[in-house]
């Protein structure tokens, strides 16, 4: 027989059992909160919308179908590996040090162990690799960055840019990661302007050899992902001089690539004559390593000058397929658009995550209601729906326009075709700028739209945001980037005066500007049918009448003030309306993208949810810039007025099917890894990890 005290110590070592393993739940889920949801617990029903008419029934799992990628098993591997490796997951609360670490072994075991090896796709398969990247920046974001710096950065300039004989020798290093490197591009006094960097490469005839230098503290190479830590090389950018024998003595080649040794292979040793300094504690991103670099003196081989645009003999003499240092710095540049490609899809990546929590989270959340009556989901206000549903119509219309880009990317890396090459070089400029400018203001939004919950970090938002927020600036500046979109349809425009031919993205040109150029027909500004409003025509024409006549009226204004400011003042006088132009133009092509994928869609009933989402991303676009469409009569006032009605109307119909439209993006438990958005009981998930 047990006697009472044993009994009471047996129920007291149970309850002790029970707390430590409440606790180490509860530990758990602060390490990762995602891969413990407790399995036994309740699904929470999300609040039915009292109907203002029929719910469209969609078949999810077709739709998912539709919008898986092809690369699908590849991320669901990814996946595996590190749901298998509490290790290799990222803490809320990690130091600086700690976050670098982790994330140079989360990359060695993606290559090391689960034997995914990326640099292998970045020139043969960049759909494979894009996917790749965007799976592993769910897992954690410095993750995706670091990997890019390897093997998009550095590997890419390697094999970009160099010839043969560099592919030969560093391939397997790159790949393997025993060869770790920088892009070392952007230096203290020069980030957007890449033409004006000042770091020299001085060929040396007798020794054969190039001399690395930084010629003063402005131009420091700064913001070098792996510089601080992990890299053993570098791609350095530097002006190349060469020995002249006129009275000069010297000329400058314009900025050439150069692969630079900066630490010791088997120590680790910083080489002699580099200093590296460390860019310290970041706003996000905090597991990738920025450096700043230093060259004093350094000598490289002849053969480290990536030479596939511009080489230099032994006798110091320089050759080039190209004619013009502007010509060879175009397309030194323009082979290194991937990254900027990659960026555009993995901020639509982002996005999916954070409008998933968002609506899950306004989906389970109820606040107030009629008298006497159960409390109604949060995203049954109109006021949450205005934030949240074009949000989520834009982040389909950004996923199909994302994938066109990729596929047009794949194919320049094929083809070589030089309108191609053209084509996605303004396209990836303007949905990297675009795109990722839309996530970093709705990440702030979605954190809203949870309230106090959002503001919790184990709720993502925060690292989301502050991880993702660079996007806007670091692979071009978004504003100077919208900037080279805006040159480009100038360009064309001017083309197209002069017979010349017009690519595919940019074709509409030749029509729209004709209707603009005739008066808007002065019926049609008065239909208000929802057959006319919800026509792709209509919404199509609209978007492309803005851009044509935004175009011409710059055009004329540019014309006009470069006789008094030159061609740099005129620029600097329109330059929002440039902005606006460019912006404008690349809705345009979104638009156009996604009522292509409504089109081919297979599904009826997928077909039938996208349609909607699409005439709620054209119609809330079209109405926040009616001014513009009133002020020129393309649109009458009752026209307006009904634009309006359709756009909170359609607004509501996407909320309805919300739910099967954010699951489609088929995003794994741990990837949302938000409490808040957990499909189970969010609130008991959520009290178990601040300690209850
Ligand atoms: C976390 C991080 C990682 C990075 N990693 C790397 C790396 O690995 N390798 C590398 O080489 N670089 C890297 N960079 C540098 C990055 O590419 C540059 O910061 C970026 O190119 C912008 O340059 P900048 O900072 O000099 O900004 P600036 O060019 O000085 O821009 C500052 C502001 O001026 C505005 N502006 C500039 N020019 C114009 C114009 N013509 N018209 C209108 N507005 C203008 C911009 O819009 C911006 O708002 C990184 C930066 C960060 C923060």
């Known amino acids: 027989m047990e006697s009472r005290r044993e009994k009471n110590l047996m129920a007291e070592e149970e309850s002790d059992g029970l707390i430590a393993a409440r606790r180490i739940q509860r530990l758990s889920l602060h390490i990762s909160p995602s891969l413990t949801p407790p399995p036994s617990l309740p699904l929470l029903q999300t609040e039915t919308c009292s109907a203002r008419s029929k719910k469209l029934d969609v078949?999810?799992?077709?739709?998912?179908?539709?919008?898986?990628?092809?690369?699908?098993?590849?991320?669901?591997?990814?996946?595996?590996?590190?749901?298998?490796?509490?290790?290799?997951?990222?803490?809320?609360?990690?130091?600086?040090?700690?976050?670098?670490?982790?994330?140079?072994?989360?990359?060695?075991?993606?290559?090391?162990?689960?034997?995914i090896r990326p640099f292998r796709y970045v020139a043969d398969d960049p759909e494979k690799y894009f996917a790749i990247m965007e799976a592993v920046g769910s897992v954690d974001m410095s993750l995706g960055i670091k990997m890019g710096v390897q093997y998009s950065l550095w590997g890419g300039s390697v094999i970009n840019l160099g010839t043969k004989k560099h592919r030969d020798k560093y391939f397997d290093g790159i790949d393997n990661l025993d060869y770790t490197g920088c892009f070392a591009m952007t230096e203290l006094h020069h980030g957007s302007n890449v033409q004006g960097l000042q770091t020299t490469a001085t060929f040396d005839p007798f020794k054969d050899e190039f001399v690395i230098d930084t010629p003063h503290d402005g131009a420091i190479k700064w913001w070098i992902g792996n510089a601080a830590v992990h890299g053993k090389f570098a791609t350095v950018f530097a002006r190349l001089i060469l020995p002249t024998h006129d009275s000069k003595g010297v000329s400058d080649m314009g900025v050439h690539a150069f692969i630079v040794p900066i630490r010791d292979m088997k120590t680790h040793q910083t080489l002699p004559g580099v200093e590296i300094q460390d860019c310290g504690h970041k706003v996000g991103l905090n597991g990738v390593d920025n450096g700043a670099l230093r060259f004093r003196?350094?000598?490289?081989?002849?053969?480290?000058?990536?030479?596939?645009?511009?080489?230099?003999?032994?006798?110091?003499?320089?050759?080039?397929?190209?004619?013009?240092?502007?010509?060879?710095?175009?397309?030194?540049?323009?082979?290194?658009?991937?990254?900027?490609?990659?960026?555009?899809?993995?901020?639509?990546?982002?996005?999916?995550?954070?409008?998933?929590?968002?609506?899950?989270?306004?989906?389970?959340?109820?606040?107030?209601?009629?008298?006497?009556?159960?409390?109604?989901?949060?995203?049954?206000?109109?006021?949450?729906?205005?934030?949240?549903?074009?949000?989520?119509?834009?982040?389909?219309?950004?996923?199909?326009?994302?994938?066109?880009?990729?596929?047009?990317?794949?194919?320049?890396?094929?083809?070589?075709?030089?309108?191609?090459?053209?084509?996605?070089?303004?396209?990836?400029?303007?949905?990297?700028?675009?795109?990722?400018?839309?996530?970093?203001?709705?990440?702030?939004?979605?954190?809203?739209?949870?309230?106090?919950?959002?503001?919790?970090?184990?709720?993502?938002?925060?690292?989301?945001?502050?991880?993702?927020?660079?996007?806007?600036?670091?692979?071009?500046?978004?504003?100077?980037?919208?900037?080279?979109?805006?040159?480009?349809?100038?360009?064309?425009?001017?083309?197209?005066?002069?017979?010349?031919?017009?690519?595919?993205?940019?074709?509409?040109?030749?029509?729209?500007?004709?209707?603009?150029?005739?008066?808007?027909?002065?019926?049609?500004?008065?239909?208000?049918?929802?057959?006319?409003?919800?026509?792709?025509?209509?919404?199509?024409?609209?978007?492309?009448?803005?851009?044509?006549?935004?175009?011409?009226?710059?055009?004329?204004?540019?014309?006009?003030?470069?006789?008094?400011?030159?061609?740099?003042?005129?620029?600097?006088?329109?330059?929002?309306?440039?902005?606006?132009?460019?912006?404008?133009?690349?809705?345009?092509?979104?638009?156009?993208?996604?009522?292509?994928?409504?089109?081919?869609?297979?599904?009826?009933?997928?077909?039938?949810?996208?349609?909607?989402?699409?005439d709620l991303y054209a119609l809330d676009r079209i109405w926040k810039d009616i001014g513009t469409y009133r002020n020129v009569d393309y649109v009458a006032p009752n026209k307006a007025k009904a634009i309006h009605k359709l756009t909170e109307y359609l607004s509501f119909q996407v909320r309805n099917v919300a739910k099967e439209l954010v699951d489609a993006f088929e995003l794994p438990d741990h990837v949302t890894r938000a409490p808040i958005a957990m499909q189970s009981d969010a609130y008991s998930q959520y009290t178990q990890v601040v300690g209850f």
């Open 59 to 115: 078949d999810g799992q077709a739709l998912s179908l539709y919008m898986r990628g092809k690369h699908m098993d590849i991320q669901e591997k990814i996946f595996e590996f590190y749901n298998s490796r509490p290790d290799l997951q990222t803490p809320i609360e990690i130091s600086k040090d700690d976050h670098r670490e982790l994330c140079m072994n989360q990359l060695l075991g993606l290559v090391r162990e689960a034997g």
């Open 297 to 614: 003196s350094v000598r490289i081989p002849r053969d480290n000058l990536l030479n596939r645009f511009g080489d230099v003999s032994r006798d110091g003499t320089y050759t080039s397929s190209l004619p013009t240092i502007n010509k060879r710095f175009g397309a030194t540049l323009g082979e290194l658009v991937g990254g900027r490609v990659g960026l555009a899809y993995a901020s639509v990546g982002v996005l999916k995550i954070s409008a998933t929590i968002a609506i899950r989270y306004s989906l389970l959340r109820q606040q107030f209601g009629p008298p006497k009556q159960p409390e109604v989901s949060i995203l049954d206000y109109q006021s949450q729906q205005h934030k949240l549903m074009p949000m989520l119509a834009s982040t389909y219309a950004y996923h199909f326009a994302t994938v066109y880009l990729v596929e047009k990317y794949s194919e320049m890396k094929k083809t070589h075709d030089e309108q191609l090459v053209a084509d996605v070089h303004a396209l990836s400029a303007g949905l990297k700028s675009y795109i990722t400018s839309y996530t970093a203001k709705a990440l702030s939004v979605c954190r809203e739209a949870c309230g106090g919950h959002g503001y919790a970090a184990v709720n993502r938002f925060g690292s989301l945001r502050n991880d993702h927020d660079i996007f806007q600036t670091f692979e071009g500046d978004n504003t100077v980037l919208l900037q080279q979109v805006a040159a480009d349809l100038l360009k064309r425009y001017k083309e197209k005066f002069q017979g010349g031919t017009l690519t595919v993205t940019w074709s509409y040109l030749r029509e729209s500007m004709n209707t603009y150029l005739s008066q808007p027909n002065p019926v049609t500004v008065r239909w208000e049918g929802e057959d006319h409003l919800r026509d792709p025509k209509f919404q199509l024409d609209a978007f492309r009448y803005r851009t044509s006549r935004l175009l011409q009226n710059v055009a004329a204004r540019l014309q006009k003030h470069s006789k008094t400011l030159g061609g740099f003042g005129a620029w600097n006088r329109c330059l929002n309306h440039l902005l606006t132009l460019a912006e404008s133009h690349i809705e345009t092509v979104i638009l156009a993208k996604f009522i292509e994928a409504v089109k081919n869609c297979p599904y009826p009933s997928a077909r039938a949810a996208l349609k909607l989402a699409c």
